[in-house]
């Protein structure tokens, strides 16, 4: 089956797009990269490896009062987390508008009050909320990777400030051979324990 295109808008800039095959949805932004996917057949199921390997968290923090996910994409992280704790409360920052109605419309994230979406700058959000969590999802990106102020000191200070104690920030990034060292040795710098689920 050829890719379809479901629905495409523009936002600050940034190209929204919903493209269907046979079996699968994807949300790419403006450019070939697939930022999100599901399998229509079994909505919960965790389609693309970064995703799978960032809820390993739950290895080491097994049942979370609250959760924040910085990023909502499609929805595919909320939408897990939302089925496999049932009694957590799952915050979403978001810096489009368009993708709360489009994770919902397309992507079948539920709409419940226990799965808050926040359209807010994340950077913003983590410097000024009053809120304390168990897990943090950093998955923040544009068509061009991560925003530099989001890989600043500050900025991770400012997540440090914000997960509970023995609380754990998860972090999808994209990071070659040649900044990688830098890389960890800024989390270790603020975080001091880092793991390290996949390379």
């Not at 489009?102 to 359209?119: E, G």
């Not at 990777?145 to 972090?171: H, W």
């Not at 999808?172 to 830098?182: E, Q």
Request: charged share 25%; glycine share 6%; with cysteine.
């Amino acid at each position: 089956m050829k890719e379809e295109t479901l629905y495409e808008v523009e936002s600050l800039g940034i190209s929204i797009r919903v493209v269907d095959r046979k079996r699968v949805r994807h949300l790419k932004f403006g450019n070939i990269i697939i930022q999100s996917s599901i399998d229509k057949t079994n909505l919960y199921k965790l389609q693309t490896k970064y995703a799978r390997d960032m809820i390993k968290v739950f290895d080491h923090c097994e049942d979370p009062n609250r959760i924040l996910v910085l990023g909502l994409g499609a929805g595919t992280i909320p939408s897990y987390l939302f089925n496999r704790f049932p009694n957590t409360l799952i915050d979403v920052v978001e810096l489009l508008p368009e993708l709360k109605d489009v994770a919902s419309d397309y992507f079948f994230m539920p709409r419940n009050d226990r799965l808050k979406v926040i359209i807010e700058d994340g950077y913003d959000y983590i410097m000024n909320t009053e809120h304390v969590y168990d897990v943090i999802f950093m998955d923040i990106f544009n068509k061009n990777g991560t925003p530099k102020k989001f890989a600043t000191d500050e900025f991770y200070a400012g997540l440090s400030r914000k997960i509970c104690y023995n609380g754990y920030v998860v972090f999808n990034t994209w990071i070659n051979s040649n900044s990688y060292p830098r890389y960890m040795n800024q989390l270790k710098g603020v975080f001091g324990r880092v793991i390290e689920q996949s390379k």
